[in-house]
């Protein structure tokens, strides 16, 4: 059973591009979570979605970070422009949100790195 | 919101020894408690996890206890052996889960 897939699993780009990271959640999954995780501020939660639909984006840094989910099984979290304080590793996960709560499954993570 | 704390930062035992990691979050209506352990340059994964509903919970060395009175929930690994040694996140929350900062576990052959 293929768990979450996450791409790419590094990223190098220069400040001031674009980035979009991509996210295939666990068939059958229907919540999608966005974590960025640094030394300093730990694992933060972002955005998740519910059945495609974002449900809370408090967590996005700012209005320079989007994120989709067009449909159950495709994810993007876009940056742009990019800054060298947006380099962390960035990690989707997914849960199946049936009766009660369900387990949070993380995908491999993508190494950002903003020159 | 929901604000978990977690202590210690770091934690270096004896192979053999128990480890014990408390955390403490602020949110009554949070009902799921999992800790995810993760190694260097790894994801985190998830290793056990407890329901408000629950009081303990065991699985082989690793068992984790909650006080809802206190607002409070323990991981306990007992025997522990150098491959526990790694990154481990407490986290509290409903829908979403709110983590701690970490425990950093060193386990010493």
């Not at chain 1, 989007?66 to 997914?94: G, H, W």
Request: net charge negative; proline share 6%; aromatic share 10%.
């Amino acid at each position: 059973d293929a768990g979450v897939i996450q791409s790419p699993r590094h990223e190098v780009t220069e400040m001031g591009q674009e980035v979009t990271l991509r996210c295939k959640p666990i068939s059958g999954h229907n919540s999608l979570f966005w974590y960025r995780q640094t030394m300093m501020r730990g694992l933060e939660l972002l955005i998740y979605f519910n059945n495609n639909v974002p449900i809370d984006d408090s967590g996005m840094p700012e209005d320079r970070f989007s994120a989709k989910m067009p449909n159950a099984s495709f994810s993007t979290l876009k940056i742009q422009p990019s800054e060298p304080r947006d380099s962390a590793v960035y990690f989707c996960a997914s849960s199946y949100e049936g009766i009660g709560n369900q387990p949070q499954h993380f995908g491999d993570g993508t190494r950002l790195s903003i020159l | 919101g929901e604000n978990v704390e977690q202590h210690p930062s770091t934690l270096s035992v004896q192979e053999g020894d128990s480890a014990v990691i408390k955390c403490t979050y602020s949110d009554s209506a949070s009902n799921y408690f999992p800790w995810y352990k993760q190694e260097l340059g790894k994801r985190p994964q998830l290793i056990i996890d407890i329901r408000s509903n629950v009081g303990e919970k065991k699985d082989q060395r690793i068992a984790v206890t909650l006080n809802k009175t206190a607002k409070h929930f323990s991981l306990h690994i007992t025997e522990t052996q150098p491959e526990d040694s790694a990154v481990y996140f407490c986290a509290a929350g409903f829908q979403k889960l709110v983590f701690g900062t970490g425990t950093r576990l060193l386990v010493s052959p």
